[in-house]
């Protein structure tokens, strides 16, 4: 554990973002507040970008897929969260972006499986992006709006991005190397 306090405390913070921006959206989204505040919650609305809060319990995974199966994802996600904290316990903490990218992932796990388990099998998803300069009738309705999404969401995709990155840039050992090295290809 030695040098990867940094990453467990991102894994924690990421959590409590997540979790905090849910309450938060949750709460001022209430038709009985909404209506009464008369609150539409509209967060930024540029030339062809808008970015809205909507109040969404989400029985799928991320983005909305494999709606109504929230009861075999809930386990799922389980397992995933495991796997993925065995990577990190055994990762060295010189590995700066792999510890990076998976206390990314690790946090965006953690705050959807506290919905999975503490919300009746229903992930809280209130982030919509409308990208209001795509043509309708090239992209359909992929982009217009993007599947509402959470905290948790952006953390796992961008933590995943970054897995990908550190996968294709990161520097292979040679074969030769681990033979000279005194490794299991020299015995």
Known sequence: M?????????????????????ELAFHYTRPEISRRLDLRIEVIRTGGFTLDWHRVENSGGMFGVGQG??????????VALGVVAVFWLRARAAQRLLLFS??????GAFGNLYDSF???????DFIEVR?????????????DPWPTFNVADSL????????????????????????????????
């Open 2 to 22: 030695k040098g990867k306090w940094p990453f467990l405390l991102l894994v924690v913070l990421g959590v409590a973002l997540d979790l905090g921006t849910k």
């Open 69 to 78: 199966h929230g009861g075999v994802l809930r386990y799922f996600r389980l």
């Open 118 to 124: 503490f919300n009746r099998g229903l992930v809280r």
């Open 156 to 187: 796992i995709l961008v933590g995943a991005v970054l897995l990908v990155i550190q996968l294709l840039w990161s520097p292979r050992p040679h074969a030769g190397s681990e033979a000279a090295a005194g490794g299991p290809a020299a015995r």
């Open 131 to 143: 990208l209001l300069f795509m043509p309708r009738s090239l992209f359909g309705q992929l982009f």
């Open 102 to 107: 998976l206390s990314l992932i690790l946090a």
